[in-house]
Every structure is written in C-alpha cells, then in structure tokens.
C-alpha cells in the first residue's frame, strides 16, 4: 500500500498507520454524526405515523429500513470480500467477450474520465476504498489479469446502492403523488354520505325503475354487445387511462357494487377511507426490492453488451407494461358495464354491479400490484443507471451509448413515472377491490388483531379437542358431537362480535 521509496518521484498512499489521529477523529465523527442524524430522522417519522395511526405507512417505513439494513450488508460483502475478488487471475482472453465497452476505446474513455467534473469529484471517495492495486499486482506475475478489479468492485458497490436508494425515493414520490390525486375523491364520497343521510327518511318509498341506458355510468362504458365491448372496447380502455381515467359515475357505481357485495347491511360504509388503507398497506409492499427485481438486475448487466443497445430497448419496458396495466384496469370497468347491461334492460334504484374475480388476470387481482410493483422498480433502475453512468464515466464515455438514444430515455422514464402517479396507481386504488374478497384493511387495527388473536386460540382449540377426541372411549360419541357444536356455535359468536366492532371505531382521517 505505501510501497516505493522516499527517494521516488511516484507518489505513496498513506495508510492509517501514518494518519493524523485528528484527521482520523474528524473523519469518524462526521460520519457517526451524519448516520446518527438520519436514524433519528428515521426514528422520528416513525413515531409521527404510529401517533397518528398510520399502521400501514409505518410498516412501509420499517420496511426501507430493512432495505437500508441488506443495503449496509452487500457494502460489508463488497469490502471484506474485495482482496479475494481481486485476486482471482483468469486469462487475458477471457475479457476481451462480452464487453460493455469496446476494448480499442478504453484508453479514451480513460481520458474523459480524467476530465469529467463529476469523476473529479468521486475520485477521491474511490481511492478510499480502492487502497492500492495488490491484487493486479499478484496476476501480474502469473501473466494473467484480474477476474474483478478493485475499481471495478467500487463502482459496483456505489451502482447497487444508487439503485436501492433511488426505487424507495421514486416509489415514495409515486404513492404520493397517486394519494394527492386520489385526495380529489374525497368530497365525492362526502357528497354520497350526505345523499344517504337526507334518503334516510324516505327509506321505505319505493324506488322507480330506470332503464339501464339512461344511467350514465352505462352511457359511458358501454361499447356495444360482447365481453367487454370486443376490439373497440379495449381500444377505449388504452386511451381512456390518459384522460379522466375515472369520473364520479364510476367511483359511485362501484362504491355501491363493493358494499353491496362485503358489507350490505352498513350503506354509510366509508369507501374512500378503507381504499386509502388498503393503498396505503400495499405500498409496504411497493417498497421494498423483491429477489426476482435483484435478478432482473443482474440479467441486465449480463446482456448490456457493446451494441446490443440493451439500455435502451431495457427503457421502454415499464412504460409499455404501464400502458398493458392502465388498459386492463380500464377494461375492468368496462367489464363492470356490459356484465349489467347485457343481463337488464331496467333496474329498480340505484345501479348495482357485480365484483368478481374474473374479470383479472388468472382470476388474482393481486398480479396488478406486482407488475406496478416491477414497473417502479424497472423505472428506477434505468433513471439510476443513468445517473450512475453520468456520475462515473462522465456523457461522453462509450459505456453511456449513443447521443441520440439519451433524451428518449430520460423522456420515456419521466413519462412512465408521471403516468403510473396520476392515471395508474389512484385506477388500481379502486379497481383493485373489484374482486371476490376484501383487504385487511376492511377493519380497523384492533380488531384485525381480535381477529388474528381469535384464530390463533381457535386454532390451539381445537388441537387440543383432537387430543382429548384420541383419548376418548367411542361410548361418548355424542357428547363429543354436541361439544364441537358448540364450539363452533361460540366461534361464530365470536366473529360476529369483531365485525360488528369493525364500523363505529375511529378510523384515521385522510
């Protein structure tokens, strides 16, 4: 590390052996200040959110922790690990395939890195980590090279924490952006509550038929006879998602659709509060990095190869899985329509429609949050790829790509992030609960856990009864039938009793 003599013109690392105690001590304690500041930030959102019940975004928060926390362990694997990597010699014509950058232009490359403002700034953190060049020196004298420079295990390092880093910013960015436009359905609901407070006294009126056309719900989404209206439907869906992807008819129509489907007897049911926690309860799992995303990374870096052009053809994936997304969500509500419109000609009251499963990919709503999921996660890859890119080799090095490639990218991904904000994310908000079940989110926090813990005995319960059932002569066969019954009778009982909590507890406000 600090070999060559005094009497050498080249110039010698210093070690920490022969470092200041005063520069070391300054050092650390910036850093230690720093890290300390942030956890408290940390620790202080956290407190903010349970204080104001906010359970579903204070598990999201604990879950960028637990990113932070692999983070700080793949940082730790790259440095102690960073001598072996670098001390493993492979021959010289094994690098020379499959190369990012073509091997006559690295010597150039080289050169802009040197004048590059934002190299000039990071070469100094490199030099840091990188601490000398042993391991090139031992594959030196065996005629071989490097299986992995110790340069190039930094750049790695810096590339998967920009990554990480930049998917929890621009997933948080998303969610709040979508609840900003999700915020403008909130006097609608008001709107409907206060229609249902005045009706109240007219109950027991009957109510007039209507003919299923004149509802302007069907006016709307009703593209002529077959699933879904056929080719044109699906063509209205696609262009549909780019403006007002859902008015007032349709946020009322399927409002009444899911409490007529989950909670009929609670009208007043407060739609708009439960899709906020169920929202608010899937970005927990939006935020976090699942192993399949970490494998799409890796098999970009193995195909982004000189001339293939992967980092550009890689760019128009999330927006054209957004645009699949935001057609599909669409064509649900078209869906909606048709299944009513093609079974009545008029209904008595108001507009009723049918949730269900089929109308999802493989009959599971829950794909559509995956492939959001993997469309911010495919997006943050290519904006901190490129920034990355930017940052260390500088705009004009061969590994950047062709000029004209570079605004189509930047455009494309600023696109499919303002997209999947305003159109997509508050559309799956709704949509989402079109299904055969409802979320968690139904209930209020404690009772979710009367539920939980209520299961939890029932199930130890009844392990128990198996016991003493095995033990049991066959002579008092009834007695054990009578006791199951009853049983059973206390266990639905006791259900009844949560649900029936789950309505007049205070729920956090939006």
């Not at 209206?229 to 129509?253: I, N, P």
């Not at 059973?488 to 029936?500: F, N, P, Q, V, Y």
């Amino acid at each position: 590390m600090a070999g060559g003599g005094e009497g050498e013109g080249t110039s010698t690392e210093i070690t920490l052996q022969y470092t200041p105690t005063w520069i070391l001590a300054a050092v650390c304690s910036v850093i230690v200040i720093i890290s300390l500041i942030f956890e408290r930030l940390l620790h202080r959102a956290g407190k903010v959110l349970k204080k104001k019940n906010q359970k579903p975004l204070f598990d999201a928060l604990q879950k960028i922790k637990e990113e932070l926390m692999l983070l700080g362990f793949i940082s730790l694997l790259l440095t102690v690990f960073q001598s072996t990597l670098t001390k493993i010699c492979v021959r010289e014509s094994i690098m020379n395939h499959w190369l990012p950058c073509k091997r006559e232009t690295l010597a150039s490359s080289t050169k802009h890195l040197a004048a590059d403002f934002f190299t000039g700034v990071l070469g100094g953190g490199r030099r840091l980590l990188a601490g000398g060049g042993g391991g090139s020196d031992h594959c030196t004298k065996k005629g071989k090279v490097p299986l992995l420079s110790v340069e190039a295990v930094h750049q790695l390092h810096i590339f998967i924490f920009a990554l990480a880093v930049t998917h929890v910013l621009l997933s948080a960015i998303t969610v709040v952006l979508g609840l900003t436009q999700i915020n403008n359905w909130r006097p609608w609901e008001k709107k409907i509550q206060q229609e249902i407070a005045t009706a109240n006294g007219d109950a027991d009126a009957p109510q007039a038929f209507k003919q299923v056309e004149q509802f302007r719900f069907i006016q709307e989404r009703f593209k002529g006879f077959g699933r879904g209206g056929g080719l044109y439907g699906w063509v209205h869906s696609f262009f549909k998602q780019f403006y007002a992807s859902l008015t007032l008819e349709d946020y009322t129509t399927m409002r009444l659709g899911f409490i007529n489907k989950h909670c009929p007897t609670n009208p007043k049911f407060n739609f708009y509060k439960y899709m906020m926690r169920a929202l608010e309860s899937d970005f927990k799992k939006v935020v976090g990095i699942s192993w399949y995303l970490w494998a799409f990374v890796m098999l970009f870096l193995l195909l982004n190869v000189n001339g293939w052009h992967v980092y550009f053809w890689i760019s128009w994936v999330p927006l054209v899985v957004l645009l699949v997304v935001g057609a599909k969500l669409e064509h649900i509500i078209v869906e909606l329509a048709h299944e009513v419109a093609e079974k009545h000609a008029a209904v008595e009251g108001d507009l009723l429609v049918t949730p269900s499963d089929d109308f999802f990919w493989f009959h599971r709503p829950k794909i559509v949050l995956v492939l959001i999921h993997f469309i911010l996660f495919q997006n943050a890859f290519e904006i901190a790829y490129f920034f990355w890119i930017l940052s260390t080799y500088g705009f004009n090095s061969c590994i950047m790509g062709k000029k004209e490639f570079l605004i189509p990218r930047l455009v494309i991904s600023i696109l499919t992030q303002l997209l999947c904000s305003y159109s997509t994310l508050p559309l799956y908000a709704i949509v989402s609960h079109m299904g055969n079940s409802f979320k968690r989110a139904i209930f209020d926090e404690h009772v979710q856990a009367g539920l939980v813990g209520w299961a939890q005995n029932a199930k130890r319960n009844k392990g128990k009864a198996a016991k003493a059932g095995a033990t049991t002569s066959t002579g008092n066969g009834d007695g054990i039938q009578m006791r199951s019954v009853h049983r059973e009778a206390a266990a639905e009982k006791g259900t009844a009793m949560l649900i029936s909590q789950a309505s007049p507890s205070p729920s956090p406000q939006y």
